[in-house]
């Protein structure tokens, strides 16, 4: 299976500001995800990145807060710009895998003061 | 989209006791997953389930979608099992949909 290396682990970052969190898979993968885990609740899938064309975002999700970047099948970022404390969250890539199951990154814990 | 609805939320072990976990879809999916978030945040793949039964060591899941929920069997618990137990259903793998979780704690 895919491993997935996800930089940073963890970050304090100053409001208004903006990260990008960059997520690098071992091997090409056709389908990358990223999504968000606000803090003690479930995941919720933010968009789908897609290698040369632009991010399919979900609903409550727009690309000026959240541009995402997908040069190719091994490597995507997640930019959250314009921070508020309210983006403090885990931030998760993940990928799907032959064979049907997917797998994810070991998350980006994000805080902003 | 799917609701997907997990139970119980909370759930509290004796090292060595066994468990069910439940997780009940709202439509017909082709996609269910069993997720093992560590108290460390890090999301494990624990079964790609969408029909049948399958089995892990200690763990095994079955899924009935006919009747639109999935099991998930912990056998002999060990404290390296708490953590949260995520279910997460999609119609297929463009999009899927996560519980709300159950959050297990085993005690020594």
């Known amino acids: 299976s895919a491993v997935i290396s996800q930089k940073p682990s963890r970050d304090i970052c100053q409001r208004g500001t903006s990260l990008t969190i960059q997520c690098q898979v071992d091997?090409?993968?056709?389908?990358m995800f990223w999504y968000r885990q606000q803090p003690g609740q479930s995941l919720t899938l933010i968009a789908t990145a897609n290698q040369g064309s632009e991010a399919t975002y979900e609903s409550g999700f727009v690309i000026d807060k959240f541009p995402i970047s997908r040069p190719n099948l091994t490597f995507s970022t997640l930019t959250v710009s314009n921070m508020s404390p309210e983006d403090s969250s885990i931030y998760l890539c993940?990928?799907?895998?032959?064979?049907?199951?997917?797998?994810f990154g070991s998350g980006t814990r994000l805080t902003v003061v | 989209g799917i609701q997907v609805e997990q139970s119980p939320p909370d759930l509290i072990l004796q090292e060595g006791a066994n468990s069910t976990l439940r997780c009940n879809f709202s439509?017909?999916?082709?996609?269910l997953q069993w997720f093992h978030q560590n108290p460390w945040g890090q999301l494990i793949n624990l079964f790609y389930?969408?029909?049948g039964t399958k089995q892990n060591g200690r763990l095994s899941a079955t899924t009935v979608a006919t009747e639109r929920y999935s099991l998930l069997y912990i056998s002999s618990s060990q404290t390296t099992d708490s953590g949260v137990y995520f279910c997460a259903a999609g119609y297929n793998f463009n999009k899927f949909y996560f519980g709300s979780g159950t959050k297990l704690n085993v005690k020594p």
């Open positions: 439509d017909s999916v082709n996609n």
């Open positions: 993940s990928v799907l895998l032959q064979g049907g199951g997917y797998t």
């Open positions: 389930i969408p029909s």
């Open positions: 091997s090409q993968v056709t389908m």
